[in-house]
């Protein structure tokens, strides 16, 4: 069974940093597609960037800037930096995983930023 799990959310002020990982548990050389996507209180799960095996990335139009999607070459891993966060990035943030056998997420990882 595919494992997706994602580490490195956390409480931050406004102005601040976070980088998120997610590793997932399926051979690199059958994903097409990694990306991150989250959801806020109260609203629907949003795109929020993805990267494919060979490197090439995009991003939601009202997300660029701020957020960078990279990948290990080696690994079936990616992350995601944030910077500059503010108060409405605060969300669960998914992992997502498409590869040959099928689409996976991860349970999500909690940022939350605030004064």
């Known amino acids: 069974q595919v494992q997706v799990v994602e580490s490195g959310g956390g409480s931050v002020q406004p102005g601040g940093s976070l980088r998120l990982s997610c590793a997932a548990s399926v051979n690199l050389f059958t994903i097409n597609t990694m990306g991150w996507y989250r959801q806020a209180p109260g609203k629907q799960r949003e795109y929020v960037a993805s990267?494919?095996?060979?490197?090439?990335?995009n991003y939601a139009d009202s997300l660029k800037g701020r957020f960078t999607i990279s990948g290990d070459n080696a690994r079936a891993t990616v992350y995601l930096q944030i910077k500059s966060l503010k108060p409405e990035d605060t969300a669960v943030y998914y992992c997502?995983?498409?590869?040959?056998?099928?689409?996976?997420w991860g349970q999500g990882t909690q940022v939350t930023v605030s004064s």
């Open positions: 997502n995983v498409r590869a040959h056998s099928g689409n996976y």
């Open positions: 990267i494919t095996r060979a490197g090439s990335t």
